[in-house]
């Protein structure tokens, strides 16, 4: 049986096909200038984002190129970012970003943007646009430097070093992973309230372990529980309805790629889940 779970009501304006284009010339605008200003990776890089969740408010299937466009030009931003971060100074990287390719000069080490927080976006974007490329590269990215671009609660960490455990296939998954859980405690918080990490930052662990256990059963369980409990936090006020970090569930939804591509029937629908981002439908047209 399928479930379905609605996002919170969105109309768009007349004029979206104008405000789209628009929102799109701007973030380019602003991946342009890296090329000259690294240090607005940041920045930029949320810019995009914001611009790829834009796209599947006004088009929630992602039935769109130019959605999936944005999709792709935020993966692009973010792996380039770390990519920057890895390249010493004074040296450039190659990066493709938005069709063109671009070079850009390394940072030299961490900023206050290569935090974990940036490295879970770009990998869970990674995921969804299915570069697998990107993704090896990420997890080769140095959690001892994501510590020292800022503080955030300790789970974080080894639940980063338990995905790139899994997709480098290294022993210390299962270590990391109940490291991760251990740290969600909301006795152990210093940074976050109870409310986000039960809400947000909680589901996705539980999606992923149910993933790597095999068990689809407990896998749609928790994968439903994660969209629901998203759609509880995102529709709790007006001031959270209009935040647009609300229209996607990005976490649940690059692990339903996973699982996806792993064979297993997804059997959630809802806005929070693009249709054509999590069954691929885009993959391969054009070169990213």
């Known amino acids: 049986m399928v479930i379905q779970i609605s996002r919170s009501p969105f109309e768009p304006g007349e004029n979206s096909a104008e405000w789209l284009a628009e929102i799109d010339a701007r973030t380019l605008e602003r ?5 000259r200003s690294p240090d607005m990776f940041g920045r930029t890089f949320n810019s995009t984002v914001i611009t790829a969740y834009t796209h599947c ?5 992602a039935n769109t190129s130019e959605t999936w466009e944005a999709w792709v030009a935020a993966m692009q931003t973010g792996s380039a970012l ?16 938005a069709h063109k390719p671009r070079t850009i000069p390394g ?3 961490p900023t206050h943007f290569t935090d974990a927080g940036t490295w879970l976006q770009a990998f869970w974007l990674a995921i969804i646009c299915r570069d697998q490329t990107r993704m090896t590269q990420l997890a080769h990215y140095p959690v001892e430097l994501m510590r020292r671009s800022g503080e955030f609660e ?18 210390e998954l299962g270590e990391k992973l109940v490291a991760a859980f251990d740290g969600t405690d ?10 986000l990490m039960l809400k947000i930052l909680y589901p996705p662990l539980n999606v992923f372990y149910r993933f790597i256990t095999n068990d689809q059963e407990k896998f749609t369980e928790a994968l439903t529980q994660a969209i629901q409990l998203h759609h509880e936090y995102w529709a709790e006020d007006e001031e959270r309805r209009e935040d647009l970090d609300g229209a996607v569930a990005l976490a649940p939804l690059a692990l339903a790629c ?3 591509d792993a064979g297993q029937p997804i059997e959630v629908e809802s806005e929070y889940l693009p249709e054509n981002l999590l069954k691929r439908s885009w993959l391969g047209e054009f070169p990213t």
């Not at 991946?31 to 090329?35: A, C, I, P, T």
């Open 82 to 97: 770390f990519a920057s971060a890895s390249a010493p100074e004074g040296s450039t990287v190659e990066c493709m970003i």
């Open 107 to 109: 940072l030299g080490g």
């Open 57 to 61: 408010l006004h088009d929630p299937t």
């Open 31 to 35: 991946v342009g200038h890296l090329e």
């Open 154 to 171: 300790e789970y974080i960490y080894p639940w980063v070093e338990a995905l790139q455990a899994y997709w480098l296939q290294r022993p």
């Open 186 to 195: 909301p006795q152990n918080l210093r940074f976050v309230d109870r409310e």
């Open 258 to 260: 996973l699982a996806h």
